[in-house]
């Protein structure tokens, strides 16, 4: 099919160009609305939904009157992050990324740009792993870690919770993402949200896209 009638089909409807197993489930790469987007089963991962979700945030928290030197992102997936800091903020931060999904990795790479992003630093392997082992603290630490709509089950415990407090410089920000689509994940969102209370002086939430979940820890 065309590259143009397939632009436009997406315009109605989403048009699925690849699917495949990624490291925590099945990965599609579509089109919607003429844009490249990677999805899991149920979630859009990158450059969809949750792609204007991380635009509003930032601009929620006004990020270019307050720009970050340096950005830590658990959760790389296709890239939304690193592409609204750069090419649509302007913003020169360097970037310390974190991705264990070779498949993501791969689509970042083939699809999206990902070598071509200045002062940025790719780690292939685990977020809880790389929260441990990184020296240094950041401006800005981006917690973006899902297996399809549910937070990551290593990024819930308390132990990496806390050391998130410890990889925030004194003035930076912490965002950590979450979606409450049933009852559990409502009651583990709100857990840490009280956990991360316990660590930072300030955290506010706010809602994004119905679901989604965002807490702001100072």
Known sequence: MRKWLMRWLSEFVPVRLERRQGRYGTLELALEHGQLVVNSLHANQSFGSLHRIWQACFRDIGIEHTPPGHVLLLGYGGGSVAR???????????????????????????????????????????????????????????????????????????????????????GGTLLFNTITHDAPSTVLSARIGEQLRLCFGSVTERRYDGDNVMFIAR
């Open 84 to 170: 609204i800091l750069r090419t649509e903020l302007g913003l020169s931060c360097s970037i310390t990324a974190v991705e264990n999904d070779p498949l993501m990795v791969e689509w970042a790479r083939t699809h999206f740009g990902l070598d071509k992003i200045d002062d940025l630093t790719l780690l292939e392997m685990d977020a809880v792993q790389a929260l441990a082992t990184l020296p240094q603290a950041f401006d800005l630490v981006i917690v973006d870690l899902f297996v399809e709509l549910d937070v990551a089950p290593g990024a819930t415990h308390p132990d990496f919770l806390n050391h998130l407090r410890n990889k925030v410089l004194p």
